[in-house]
C-alpha cells in the first residue's frame, strides 16, 4: 500500500458527461500529480499541485482542470467527455516539489462509452 | 527536451532465468533523477527505485540490480532468477527541474514500459 488514495476505482460513464476523481496523499507529502494512462499515448503527466497551488501543467487538456484543496486533497475534473478520455488516471505525492519520490495510488479507471 | 527509451516491447523469460530490462535517457540538465516502476496486472504502479544524477552507484536490493551509467545516459534493471510473480509491465521514468528558475517543479517523464512475462 502506498499510501495514496484513490477514488472511485472504477467509473463508467456516458459521452459529454463530467466526472470528478479524487485523491488523497501520503500524510505530510506537500506534492500532487495527476497522470494520466492510454495505449496509445502511454503514462502522461497532467498536472502538478504543492500545497495548495499549481506547479505545472504537462499534456492537460482544457476540458480537464483541477485543483488541491486546503487539506492537500485534490481532485482532477473531466468534463466534455469524449471516448478517447477512457483511460487509467493516477495520482502521485511526494514530500517536496522535487518529486524525489513519488508514490502512486491505485488508478481510477474510467470508461467513457 | 527530456525523452526515455524503453527499446524492449516485450520480453518472455523461464522462471530462474535473468533478465536485463534497459533505459535510455535523454536530458539536457545536470541534476536529475530516474526511477523504476512496476505495474502488475492488477495495474497499480509501485515504485522500485529512485536515483539522482549524482550517484552513480549500482544497487541492489534481493534480487533486484540496477547499473546507472551517465557515460551511455541509460539506468538498467536487472532481475536475477525472475519468478512468476515479477511478470509484469515495468517503466523507467525520468525527473528534472521545469519551470522558472529557482523553485523548480519536477514531473516524470516515462518510458512506454516493458512487458516481462516469466513463464513457469
Known amino acids: 500500500d502506498s499510501g495514496v488514495t484513490q477514488t472511485p476505482k472504477h467509473l463508467i460513464t456516458a459521452t459529454g458527461q463530467r466526472v470528478t ?24 503527466f497532467l ?16 476540458r480537464f482542470s483541477a485543483q488541491q484543496f486546503p487539506d492537500l486533497h485534490s481532485e482532477l475534473n473531466l468534463s466534455s467527455l469524449e471516448l478517447g478520455d477512457s483511460a487509467l488516471y493516477f495520482c502521485a ?9 513519488a508514490f502512486f495510488g491505485q488508478g481510477t479507471r474510467l470508461t467513457v462509452v | 527536451a527530456q525523452k526515455v527509451t524503453q527499446a524492449q516491447t516485450e520480453i518472455s523469460v523461464v522462471e530462474k532465468e535473468d533478465v536485463t530490462l534497459d533505459c535510455v535517457y535523454e536530458t539536457r540538465d545536470t541534476t ?6 512496476k505495474q502488475p496486472p492488477s495495474g ?8 539522482n544524477s549524482f550517484d552513480e552507484q ?3 536490493s534481493g534480487r533486484y540490480s540496477w547499473n546507472f551509467q551517465k557515460s551511455t545516459s541509460s539506468f538498467n534493471f536487472t532481475i536475477t532468477a525472475s519468478q512468476v510473480v515479477d511478470s509484469a509491465v515495468y517503466f523507467c521514468a525520468l525527473s528534472e527541474a521545469k519551470g522558472n528558475s529557482g523553485a ?9 514500459g516493458t512487458k516481462l512475462s516469466v513463464i513457469p
Not at chain 2, 104 to 112: A, E, I, V
Open chain 1, 21 to 44: 476523481l479524487r485523491c488523497s496523499p501520503r500524510s505530510g507529502d506537500l506534492s500532487v500529480y495527476w497522470y494520466q494512462q492510454s495505449l496509445d499515448q502511454g503514462l502522461q
Open chain 1, 47 to 62: 498536472i502538478q499541485y504543492y500545497n495548495g497551488e499549481e506547479r505545472a501543467k504537462g499534456n492537460i487538456l482544457e
Open chain 1, 93 to 101: 505525492s511526494s514530500v517536496d516539489i522535487k518529486n524525489t519520490e
Open chain 2, 32 to 37: 536529475y533523477y530516474l526511477f523504476w516502476y
Open chain 2, 44 to 51: 497499480e504502479l509501485v515504485f522500485l527505485i529512485r536515483r
Open chain 2, 58 to 60: 549500482n544497487e541492489i
Open chain 2, 104 to 112: 523548480g517543479s519536477y514531473q516524470l517523464t516515462f518510458g512506454k
